[in-house]
């Protein structure tokens, strides 16, 4: 039986390596960011939607006598120069710190966004508002007909102890596979 398994994960893994040589690229070059661009980053390929929250840790109860739970209140997606790109609100009913917010690349009017950089910005009613940078890769070529899209490496950042922070949730990785099927049709009369 382990021998079954062990010979199933061989041709499994050689199968995946043997697809991704067929799509005519390795492990694609990423584009290093421009001199002045951010330095801390969380990395994403152009597409891909961008779940995230804000996370609020036990030391800020701690920080004073009675802090009030943060709600928030909305959020916004900005372009390093502060144009807002993206902006859900919620002014009737404010979101726990647990809401988890998704943003798919795309502005106000449903167009995806250019590569670049971004800032998004989550507002509270009582704990003020907090900001984190993604970076949106272009995809290359060689990885759309692939289904493939391998994980971007981001600089790590660190949250001050005790204040809160966006933190972006990790996300299941699935391959796209297009399958066409063509069916051939006789029209006309039968002999």
Not at 47 to 53: A, D, S, W, Y
Not at 68 to 95: H, N
Not at 150 to 174: D, K, M, N
Request: include cysteine; glycine fraction near 6%.
């Amino acid at each position: 039986m382990k021998k079954a398994l062990i010979l199933a994960v061989l041709v499994v893994g050689f199968l995946g390596v043997a697809g991704m040589a067929q799509c005519g690229c390795s492990q694609p070059p990423v584009p290093p960011p421009a001199p002045n661009s951010p330095t801390c980053y969380t990395a994403y390929w152009a597409g891909e939607e961008i779940h995230f929250k804000l996370h609020v840790p036990a030391e800020y109860f701690f920080t004073s006598p009675t802090p009030p739970t943060p709600l928030i209140t909305g959020w916004r997606v900005e372009m390093l120069d502060g144009t807002v790109v993206y902006q859900d609100l919620f002014p009737d009913a404010a979101k726990g710190a647990w809401y988890e917010m998704v943003w798919n690349q795309r502005d106000m009017s449903c167009s995806p966004v250019p590569a670049g950089f971004y800032r998004i910005v989550v507002s509270t009613d009582s704990a003020g508002v907090y900001t984190a940078m993604v970076r949106i890769v272009p995809l290359p070529p060689c990885l759309a007909p692939c289904g493939f899209y391998p994980r971007l490496v981001s600089p790590s950042c660190t949250a001050p102890c005790g204040t809160p922070y966006i933190q972006f949730l990790p996300q299941e990785r699935t391959a796209r596979i297009s399958i066409t099927i063509t069916v051939p049709l006789n029209c006309g009369s039968c002999p």
